[in-house]
Each structure stands twice: as C-alpha cells, then as structure tokens.
C-alpha cells in the first residue's frame, strides 16, 4: 500500500505545483487590493514579525510551543471524532504531544496541516456574533484575526514539514505521498478562504480554469519530455 502511495505521490507533484503557481499568481493580485483586505493583510504581518522574533522562532523550530502542540493535537482530535474514531487521551506539552486513539487514518494524520483550526474557530465566533447581534463593526477586527491565525497555520506548517520527517507523514502513506497532497489541499484551502471573505475579489470559476490548464501543461511537458527522451534511448541503445 505504502508503494501505491508512493507513486500517487509522484504523479500528483507536478499537479500541486501547478496549483500552488496559480494559487500564488491568482491570489496575489486579488490580496494587492489593500483597501479591502488590508486587516486581513495586518493580521498576517503581525504573526509574521512575532514569527521571525528569535526566541519566538527558536520554539517554532523545536515544536511551535503550547499554543500550537495544543491546536495541532486537538485537530488531530476532532478528525477522529469525525471519522467516527474514540479518542483515549489528548496531551499536550510545551514542545511536543499526542493523542492515543483506538485507530487511525490518513485523515486524522494529516489533519493539523491542512486544517487552520484556530481560523475556524475566529470564523464561528464571527459567525456567531453576526448571528445574534449587530457585528458589521467587528468584521476588520475578525479579517485581522484571521489573517494573524492563517499566518499561524501557514508558517507553523511550514517550520515542522521543513524539519525531520513527521511521524504522521509516515503513517499517512510517506513524505513522498503526503507533501504534494498538503501542498495542494493548503493552496485549495487558501483559495476557498479569500473566496468566503472577499467573494468580490475572486471567480472561483476563473481560477479553476487557470488551475486546469496549469496542471494540464505541466502533464503535457512531462509527457512530452518522457517520449522525447524515450525516443532518444530507442534510437542510441
């Protein structure tokens, strides 16, 4: 299972770097548009300032501190729960967790990655609020929020994929398998967020487009260079 896994994982690379090309090129101009986003902009800034901050950084490398162990454990939680599974123990340290469940999957494993659960979690307070109160006001408040907790979930994910190989990569099916897909689930995430709160700055339709034809050439020049290069080997063996 684990080499069918492997080699999904190669075929999917050329699709996730694609996606993530046309997420970064889609997405950036439609971020350009300061007078609209630029709480959510600030939020971002400022995690990442309080990221590049040394001690703050040096406890980033080394695990993420509490806070993060804390959310990244719970996700881990909660897609058992989702999936149906019974969670024994949740424990959380200043550098390091774990979750004891009765079973596994590479949902669960994966989970924490590509899931922004305290930008959820600012989501439905925000929600929330709207529902049962008058809380247009609050709405700079909540983009700057999610701004700083997406810039948590982004370079927090980044710190620990960069690092030694992650159990959970492991158990999902290897880095080879589950690096292209965190790739592309975080880019497809990223886009359906800046959708969800600034429906005006982004066709969903547009960039599906440009995402499709992206993946499609990067298939076709892989193609191409394998027939190529076949037809070499065809020619001087």
């Not at 959380?92 to 494993?109: A, E, K, P």
Request: aromatic residues 12%; contains cysteine; positive net charge.
């Amino acid at each position: 299972m684990k080499t069918v896994k492997t080699i999904i994982g190669i075929i999917l690379a050329p699709a996730a770097l694609a996606t993530a090309w046309v997420t970064v090129t889609t997405l950036g101009p439609a971020l350009g548009t300061i007078r609209v986003t630029f709480p959510l902009l600030a939020g971002a800034l400022a995690f990442t300032l309080l990221h590049a901050a040394p001690v703050f950084s040096r406890g980033s490398k080394s695990g993420g501190g509490r806070f993060y162990v804390a959310g990244h454990e719970l996700t881990h939680a909660l897609a058992a729960v989702f999936s149906g599974i019974r969670v024994r123990k949740i424990s959380v340290r200043s550098r390091s967790g774990y979750v004891l469940l009765d079973s596994s999957n590479m949902f669960i494993s994966l989970a924490p990655y590509f899931i922004p659960l305290y930008t959820l979690a600012v989501s439905a307070a925000y929600w929330l609020a709207c529902r049962f109160y008058a809380a247009a006001p609050l709405r700079p408040w909540f983009l700057a929020a999610a701004g700083f907790t997406l810039a948590f979930h982004l370079l927090h994910t980044a710190d620990i994929l960069a690092g030694p190989v992650q159990s959970d990569l492991k158990k999902a099916g290897g880095p080879v398998f589950s690096l292209p897909l965190l790739l592309l689930l975080n880019c497809l995430g990223l886009a359906a967020a800046l959708k969800l709160m600034f429906p005006e700055l982004l066709s969903l339709k547009a960039y599906s487009t440009r995402l499709l034809a992206a993946q499609n050439t990067a298939y076709s020049a892989i193609f191409s260079a394998g027939t190529y290069i076949a037809m070499l080997l065809a020619k001087y063996c």
